[in-house]
Each structure stands twice: as structure tokens, then as C-alpha cells.
């Protein structure tokens, strides 16, 4: 805390109170809600347990490890990282540095898959999560569909790890098989070819002209290899849509997130590689943030 607030006797709320105007002047989107989420951290309890105790006065030992929380923050730390987790489509998943952070938009790939096996009535499906990270589509897509088996491949060992701890912790690693394989590598074999009903991937698809323009909690501190190609945004989607025609079985899907304005120029790679069908769904700000193809 700030040196001439040292001799205060903090509370809760007046924490609470503090450290949100003080994150406000800042610039740190959610400011309260950083706030709250880090004091459960360092206090090692629940959110809404800072309303039913809001007077209680903190301990040195806690304001001290609140503050060490509050730094990284203010340090434009992402409050994922800091949290240890991440929440996806109504999980917690594990993440650290070094592993991208889900987002909210990604939760569409999962709407998309299973609003196409519901309309097919397809039964057991077999699923490639393409670059997993934190394995929060692979993990979702099996904790939604009973029957279904995946295949989930990420190029650092690192992150794998991660995404093998998040399976387990949500009782499904006997569901997803890990790989290691770098996707671009076109002397790597491919997994399991003709063998799945869908792709899934959230390929890094922010243009290298982009880059230093992103918020510095992403520029600074997420791994970059998991959000650029350090080029024009399309280089996963060249590979991807160039193998899905081996990968999938006859009546596969690839289903890809992709970036705000790109949707046209994925579409036609899908197209140029003969897909029979070609859908999208959007985002909640209306952006054609999925895009599907039907082989």
C-alpha cells in the first residue's frame, strides 16, 4: 500500500475501497473486481466471504501478501496469472505464465461443435484440438459430450503439462490423449489422419502490424508464439485448412476461431481446399469470430 497509508488499520472494505480507486487512476479495467479477487487470494477464501466479514481488520502477514498481488497487477501483470486460473465455459482451468489465457470468445468453438453434432446426431465423435494451451476446449469438449474422444496437440512441452493437470483436475485425462507436435513442422506425421469427425483450434492469428499496439497485460506478459504468426495473421489457417482435408472423415468439420476481420480471407482458404459447406457464428459484439468447414 501506498507509504503514507502504512499506519492505517486496514479492513476489508476499506481494502476493498482503497485499492479500487487507486486501480481506477491507474487505468486497470474492473478495478474492484481485481481487487476483491486478489484480497480471496491472499486471504484464501471465497469472494462473497469478504461481505460476511467486511470489518474484520488484516494482519500484517495478509496485508503483505495482498500487496505483493496488488504489485504485479499494477505492474499490468495479467489477474489470471496472478490467480493461478483462468474461467471457461463454466470451468476453472489452471494457467501460469507462458500459457494463454482463455477467453470468452473461444467459448463459441465449443457452442459451435456441439450444435453440429445435435443437428447430425453424430455419435462418438473423435476431435483434434489443434495448439491446446491450457486444454480448455479439449477439457470442455469432453466434460459436454459423454461419448467423445480427443486428440490434443500443443508444440511446448511446457504447456502441455498445464493442459494434462487441467484434464485431470476435472476427472478427464482418460478421455485426451496428449500430443507434442508442432503443427507447421510439414515433416512431423500427423496424427491419427481420416480418423476425426472434428478439428478445433484457436490458432495465433494477430497480425504482426498489430502487435504493439495490444493492451500491455497481453504484450507484455502472454506467450507470443500463442497469439502471432509474427506475420500477416493467416499462417495456421494455410497450414490447418491444408491438412483438414487428411485429418478429418468423410463429413468433418474444421471449426477455427478467428480474428475480427478476418473471417473473408479464411473463408476462402476453406473454399480453395474444397470444402462442401462453409458456416460462421458470431461473437456477443456480433463479429464473425467462428468459422466452420464441412469436407
Excluded at 113 to 120: F, G, P
Aim: aromatic letters at 8%; hydrophobic letters at 40%; one cysteine or more.
Amino acid at each position: 500500500m501506498a507509504s503514507q497509508e502504512s499506519q492505517k488499520k486496514w479492513t476489508i472494505l476499506s481494502l476493498i475501497q482503497w485499492s479500487e480507486n487507486y486501480l481506477t487512476e491507474k487505468r486497470i479495467d474492473s478495478p474492484r473486481l481485481n481487487a476483491e479477487l486478489m484480497l480471496a487470494a491472499a486471504l484464501n477464501c471465497k469472494r462473497i466471504d469478504l461481505y460476511t466479514r467486511f470489518d474484520k481488520p488484516l494482519v500484517q502477514e495478509e496485508l503483505d501478501h495482498y500487496k505483493t498481488l496488488f504489485v504485479r497487477r499494477l505492474n499490468r501483470e495479467p489477474l489470471q496469472y496472478i490467480l493461478g486460473y483462468a474461467d471457461f465455459y463454466g470451468r476453472r482451468f489452471a494457467v501460469r505464465p507462458g500459457v494463454l489465457i482463455p477467453r470468452p470468445e473461444t467459448e463459441h468453438i465449443i457452442e459451435a461443435v456441439l450444435e453440429i453434432i445435435k443437428e447430425k446426431e453424430i455419435k462418438s465423435p473423435r476431435i483434434l484440438d489443434i495448439g491446446t494451451g491450457s486444454g480448455c476446449i479439449a477439457v470442455s469438449l469432453a466434460a459436454e459430450i459423454d461419448d467423445a474422444m480427443l486428440t490434443a496437440i500443443d508444440v511446448s512441452e511446457d504447456t502441455l503439462e498445464i493442459a494434462k493437470q487441467n484434464a485431470v483436475q476435472h476427472l478427464l485425462n482418460g478421455r485426451i490423449t496428449f500430443q507434442k507436435v508442432d503443427i507447421l513442422d510439414r515433416y512431423v506425421a500427423v496424427p491419427e489422419a481420416g480418423s476425426f469427425d472434428f478439428i478445433a483450434a484457436n490458432p495465433p492469428y494477430i497480425p504482426k502490424k498489430e502487435w504493439d499496439s495490444l493492451q500491455d497485460e497481453i504484450r507484455l506478459h502472454e506467450p507470443k508464439h500463442a497469439l502471432t504468426d509474427d506475420d500477416d495473421g493467416l499462417t495456421y489457417y494455410k497450414r490447418i485448412t491444408g491438412l483438414a482435408p487428411q485429418l478429418l472423415k468423410n463429413d468433418g468439420w474444421l471449426i477455427c476461431e478467428i480474428g475480427h476481420d478476418q473471417y473473408e480471407s479464411v473463408r476462402m482458404l476453406i473454399e480453395s481446399k474444397g470444402a462442401r459447406e462453409i458456416r460462421h457464428w458470431n461473437d456477443l459484439s456480433g463479429i464473425k469470430r467462428i468459422i466452420g468447414g464441412n469436407w
